[in-house]
């Protein structure tokens, strides 16, 4: 799975079309997880992301050297 096949979607609906549950929800691959209830959750929750990127990078910087080193260059990907 690549970062772009990261989906979502908004409430959840039965075969019917009835509503069955209010949400925001991330689709990683087959997984599907609920990751808000309101825009401002999810506004609050995408915050939380960068913040996690400043904390990965910054203490991680030897790993995420490493990972850029081995990973295939963009002529490699298939």
Same mark, same amino acid.
């Not at 960068?50 to 991680?60: F, G, L, R, S, W």
């Given at each position: 799975?690549?970062?772009?096949?990261?989906?979502?979607?908004? !409430?959840?609906?039965?075969?019917?079309? !009835?509503?069955?549950?209010?949400?925001?929800?991330?689709?990683?691959?087959?997984?599907?997880?609920?990751?808000?209830?309101?825009?401002?959750?999810?506004?609050?929750?995408?915050?939380?992301?960068? !913040?996690?990127?400043?904390?990965?990078?910054?203490?991680?910087?030897?790993?995420?050297?490493?990972?850029?080193?081995?990973?295939?260059?963009?002529?490699?990907?298939?």
């Amino acid at each position: 799975m690549e970062t772009k096949d990261i989906l979502f979607s908004v !409430n959840e609906y039965d075969k019917d079309g !009835n509503k069955t549950e209010d949400g925001i929800f991330l689709h990683f691959g087959s997984t599907r997880v609920l990751a808000a209830t309101s825009i401002e959750d999810f506004r609050e929750i995408i915050g939380h992301f960068e !913040n996690m990127i400043e904390e990965i990078e910054t203490a991680y910087a030897d790993e995420i050297a490493a990972w850029s080193a081995a990973a295939p260059s963009e002529g490699e990907k298939k």
